[in-house]
C-alpha cells in the first residue's frame, strides 16, 4: 500500500506487531505456569488488541498522509502560478504549524513579487518617461549640428568639431533606445512574437545593414550556413541580438579584419556563431562584458556605451538560449549562440 512506502511507518509498525508478538508469547506463558495449559481467549484478546493497535495507527497515518498530499498538492498549484493557493491549517498541533509557515512564506513571496513588479514597472515608466523627454532636444541637437556642418563648408575646423559632435549625439541617442528596450525586457512588458524564420535570410538582411559600414572601415563580413536552417524566435528582436554582436565586432576590429557570421543547425538547437579576428578581449574582462555600462580599463574602445552585449543576451535569454564567449588577446574573439529548438508534443 502506498502508505508503507514511506520505510519509517513500516519500521514503525513491524515493531508495533513485535510487541503484540511478545505479549502475546508472554500471557501464554503466565498461563502455562499457572495453569498447565494454553488459554485460547488470551489468545483471542491478543489477536484483538493487535488488530485494534494496527486499525487505530494505521488510520492515523492514513489521515496524515493525506494532509500531506493536499499540501502538496497546494504547494504545486503555487509553484504553477496559483498565488491565493493556500493549505488549510485551522487547528492546533506541530504538522499544522508547518502548514502555517509554509502559508506565510507563499505571503511573503507573494509580497515581494509584487513589490519587485511595481519598482520594475516604476523604472519601466521613469526610463520610458527620459527617453521621450531627450527625443525632442536630440533631433533638435541633430538638426542644429547637420545646419552647423552646412554653413562651415570652408572652415575645416568647424567641419571636424561638428562631424565629432554628430558623433556623440548619435551615441546618446543609441544609448537611450538601449536602455528603453533592457527595461521593456527586464519589466517583462515585451512579448516575443515568435515564428519559424529562416536564417539565411535574416543573415542576408544583417549583412545588408552592415555593408556601408564594411566598406568604409575596409574590413570583410563573410556569411556561411545552410540556406534551409530555421529558427522559431521572433525576428526583430533576434536580428537585434545578433546585430549588436556584430556590432561588437566592428568596433574592435581594424582595417583589413575579418568578421564572420556562421550557423549551423543541430538536432536539438540551431547554433549561430560571429567571430572576429580583432584585438581579443583581455582575460580580466571575459566575465564582465555582459554588464551593463561596464568599459574595460584594458580597452581602447570609445564608441561602445556598454548595453550593446547585455541587450543581446537578454534577448537570447528571452529566447530560452545561451550566449558564450572565447578570446584570444590580439588574436580575435567568437561569441557563441545557443537555441534550442522547440520539441513537439
Not at 230 to 248: G, H, P, Q
Request: glycine share 4%; charged share 25%; proline share 2%.
Amino acid at each position: 500500500m502506498k502508505l508503507f512506502r514511506n520505510i519509517e511507518i513500516k519500521r514503525f509498525f513491524l515493531c508495533i506487531l513485535s510487541v503484540c508478538l511478545l505479549f502475546g508469547v508472554a500471557v501464554q506463558a503466565v498461563c502455562w505456569f499457572q495453569t498447565g495449559s494454553f488459554s485460547p481467549a488470551m489468545l483471542l484478546l491478543t489477536l484483538l488488541l493487535t488488530v485494534a493497535v494496527f486499525t487505530v495507527c494505521y488510520c492515523y497515518f492514513q489521515k496524515q498522509n493525506q494532509l500531506m498530499e493536499e499540501a502538496v498538492e497546494k504547494i504545486q498549484d503555487f509553484l504553477d502560478g496559483d498565488t491565493d493557493a493556500r493549505i488549510v491549517c485551522d487547528e492546533e498541533g506541530e504538522l499544522y504549524r508547518l502548514f502555517h509557515s509554509v502559508n506565510t512564506l507563499a505571503s511573503v513571496l507573494n509580497a515581494h513579487a509584487s513589490n519587485e513588479l511595481r519598482e520594475k514597472e516604476f523604472l519601466k515608466n521613469t526610463i520610458s518617461d527620459i527617453s521621450h523627454q531627450l527625443k525632442t532636444p536630440l533631433a533638435t541637437l541633430n538638426i542644429y549640428n547637420g545646419l552647423l556642418m552646412d554653413e562651415a563648408t570652408e572652415h575645416s575646423e568647424i567641419q571636424e568639431f561638428a562631424s565629432l559632435s554628430e558623433q556623440e549625439l548619435d551615441r546618446i541617442e543609441s544609448l537611450v533606445q538601449n536602455l528603453l528596450k533592457l527595461t521593456r525586457l527586464d519589466a517583462g512588458s515585451v512579448r516575443m512574437e515568435k515564428s519559424q524564420e529562416n536564417v539565411a535570410e535574416m543573415m542576408k538582411d544583417l549583412e545588408l545593414h552592415f555593408s556601408y559600414r564594411a566598406k568604409q572601415e575596409q574590413k570583410q563580413l563573410l556569411l556561411s550556413g545552410p540556406e534551409e536552417t530555421a529558427l522559431f524566435c521572433d525576428r526583430d528582436w533576434m536580428l537585434e541580438a545578433v546585430s549588436n554582436i556584430v556590432k561588437n565586432a566592428f568596433d574592435h576590429t581594424s582595417s583589413g579584419d575579418t568578421i564572420q557570421v556562421n550557423w549551423r543547425q543541430f538536432p536539438s538547437l540551431v547554433q549561430i556563431v560571429v567571430k572576429d579576428t580583432g584585438c581579443g578581449i583581455h582575460p580580466e574582462d571575459l566575465h564582465h562584458i555582459f554588464k551593463r555600462f561596464y568599459r574595460s580599463c584594458f580597452s581602447k574602445d570609445t564608441k561602445g556605451v556598454g548595453l550593446g552585449l547585455p541587450l543581446a543576451k537578454s534577448v537570447i535569454e528571452a529566447h530560452d538560449g545561451t550566449i558564450e564567449v572565447d578570446s584570444v588577446l590580439r588574436q580575435g574573439t567568437t561569441f557563441t549562440i545557443n537555441l534550442l529548438i522547440p520539441t513537439k508534443l
